[in-house]
């Protein structure tokens, strides 16, 4: 399963200049785990954080012009840095399985004389086998819509010999355009490259991370679209927002008895007297989640259930999904739940995300100290504003006091519900 180990974010709201774990420049930084919890106050950027993963995963699907403008964003000017007239940015160091040579994927987004966004670059790097320092050779270079993609798994250009600019080096390279290379000029500026270039056969490296980007899982989960009365049907995986419990409830009953048992076994010791979910067809046609309690004989429906049980029982499901996503991002998952089921609840995600082959990585923001009880401190990453108005982010793990008291059975969560977390 492919895995992000470091992401740096440039001029993205309160985001100036911000570094999550290792990146190909950086390789005595140490990766980010297989579950990521950022923490902080109030307004100091953890939604804003949350949105750079929806912003790239949007940017793919829709456009980046349209991702600047979609869930509420108001456009490039309203999410570019304050004072900053640079572009936007961002850099991905992934791997696609534990033994694979990673992979850097740069974008940089502005606004062309019109004002409107465009893609300004797009650049793919690994490096060669056995290649332990220098850069990373690229195998897709893109500038203002137009540059050279390498086939197959041929290295790509060695920049440590190039110091062209990218119109000498591209007027130069079609000179001497070879097999294992392709010409790339896209019709529109506003489309990424790699949603072009990841769907032909000839790219499997682009149509990997094209894949791995597509089939990230943002969950924007409201128990009220929970309680909605969908047309039956079976369907395999949950909406974002969780308005199609009821048809994966009717395809895990169908498909996967036993993983759909270890959800019930799970959620009737985390929330008493659940016996049973099932589903039934109205006259109607519509699906209707039934729950079962030991202490009653007719059932309850979805529409009378807490907003703390249906959303354990979502989050249950989506971790027993049959494929799950490669990378899996909740935002604040405490809202709602009862504070002693929190630590129980990180523990299933990091069961999830650290278990069998082919689990996801998990990306989550909170600011309950329940839940960050269960962590440890190399897990934990604490975003701060800074006296600029920009956020700062380090890992509870790089501070010796902290990680000592850990190794002492202090809890994290009360060590930063005592402020020991916080900058000093």
């Known amino acids: 399963m492919a895995k992000i180990e470091g992401i740096r974010v440039k001029n993205f709201r309160s985001l100036r200049d911000v570094t999550l774990g290792k990146l190909w420049n950086q390789q005595k930084s140490e990766p980010l785990t297989a579950m990521t919890v950022v923490i902080g106050k109030n307004g100091v950027g953890k939604s804003t954080l949350f949105d750079v993963f929806g912003f790239l995963a949007d940017a793919l ?58 893609v300004q670059k797009e650049r793919l790097r690994q490096r060669r086998k056995n290649q332990s320092s220098g850069r990373p050779f690229s195998f897709l270079i893109l500038e203002n819509g137009k540059g050279i993609a390498w086939k197959g798994e041929a290295d790509g250009v060695d920049e440590n010999k190039s110091e062209l600019d990218f119109d000498d080096f591209f007027n130069a390279f079609l000179k001497e355009e070879s097999k294992e290379t392709e010409v790339i000029e896209l019709s529109d500026r506003r489309k990424l490259g790699i949603a072009t270039l990841g769907s032909l056969k000839q790219h499997p490296r682009i149509s990997l991370f094209r894949q791995f980007l597509e089939g990230w899982y943002l969950s924007y989960f409201e128990p009220n679209s929970a309680r909605s009365l969908p047309l039956a049907g ?17 395809y895990m009953e169908r498909e996967h008895k036993d993983r759909f048992q270890k959800v019930l076994d799970r959620i009737a010791l985390k929330i008493p007297g659940i016996d049973k979910i099932s589903t039934s067809k109205s006259d109607d046609g519509r699906l209707l989640l039934r729950f079962n ?75 309950q ?26 890992r509870a793990s790089d501070d010796e006091l902290v990680k000592n008291m850990v190794a002492e059975g202090l809890p994290l969560g009360g060590l930063w519900y005592s402020d020991y977390l916080d900058a000093r």
Request: include cysteine; hydrophobic fraction near 35%.
């Open 369 to 394: 100290p329940y839940f960050v009880d269960a962590l440890d401190p190399n897990e934990v990453w604490i975003l701060e504003k800074g006296e600029d108005g920009f956020s700062t982010i380090r």
């Open 293 to 367: 309690d030991k202490g009653f004989q007719d059932p309850f429906f979805a529409q009378q259930m807490s907003d703390g049980t249906l959303k354990v029982f979502a989050y249950l499901l989506l971790l027993e999904d049959p494929v799950p996503p490669p990378f899996l991002c909740i935002e604040e998952p405490e809202n709602g739940l009862y504070h002693k089921l929190l630590e129980a609840l990180a523990k299933e995600f990091r069961d999830h995300a650290t278990g069998r082959r082919g689990s996801s990585q998990l990306f989550i923001t909170t600011h």
């Open 61 to 118: 699907k829709l456009g980046v012009e349209e991702a600047c403008d979609s869930r509420g964003r108001g456009g490039f000017e309203k999410i570019r840095s304050q004072g900053q007239d640079g572009a936007i940015e961002f850099e991905i160091y992934y791997k696609e399985d534990p033994k694979a040579r990673p992979i850097t994927y740069e974008m940089a987004i502005n606004i062309d004389a019109s004002g409107r966004p465009y």
């Open 234 to 250: 079976p369907q395999k995986h949950l909406s974002v927002k969780g308005d199609n419990i009821g048809n994966v409830v009717q």
